[in-house]
């Protein structure tokens, strides 16, 4: 019964929090000029991707944000279903598409989490075989992609948790040149 409570307590923020999450998941800056691919594959990427950067943030008071980064969790989830019926998967096939999608994160967010840890090969290794997966990116691409997800990671550490607890994030803006470099200001 709790944990009824708890998802209720956490709506709206988390709503607000996997909004704004997907708003920067889908910039098109991602698929124009960092060769994402503008597929649904590549838009479920990018959003498991700035989900993680917002969990990982959640992760660090766990005791205060478990319960919201669960209904974050929940969200994706139930949206990433909808998203599956619109695109007319029958029901069967929803479940075990919803499955190997959460597989997915998880391995995604464990490959994510190792590689913001080191020099940078294990996360472009990473994004590669994720994000990229079908395509052969510009070594840039995957470079300045490395640089966001550190540049995200540590803005991110620095909003305080009262804020997100009430559904209130922005990432940061990183400007990017047309070569794929990011020029930090």
Known sequence: MLDIFRKFKFHDAADQLYRRLVR???DPVFYLHLGVPDTPDGRFD?????AFLVIRRLKAE???TVGLAQAIFDLMFADMDQNLREMGVG???VSKRIKGMAE?????????????TDDGTLLGRALQRNL?????????????????????????????IDSILK???KFAHMPITF???CNES
Do not use: N
Not at 46 to 50: E, R, S
Not at 105 to 115: Q, S
Not at 136 to 152: C, D, K, L, N, T
């Open 24 to 26: 920067q998941a889908r």
């Open 46 to 50: 990018m959003i498991i991707l700035h």
């Open 62 to 64: 766990h005791e205060r």
């Open 91 to 93: 029901d069967l096939g």
């Open 104 to 116: 997915a994160f998880y391995g995604r967010t464990a490959a994510y989490e190792e590689g913001l």
């Open 132 to 160: 990229y997966r079908t395509t052969a990116p510009a070594r840039s691409h995957i470079e300045w992609m490395i640089g966001y997800m550190r540049h995200q990671s540590t803005a991110l550490a620095k909003v305080p």
């Open 167 to 169: 559904g209130e994030i």
């Open 179 to 181: 070569d794929g470099t």
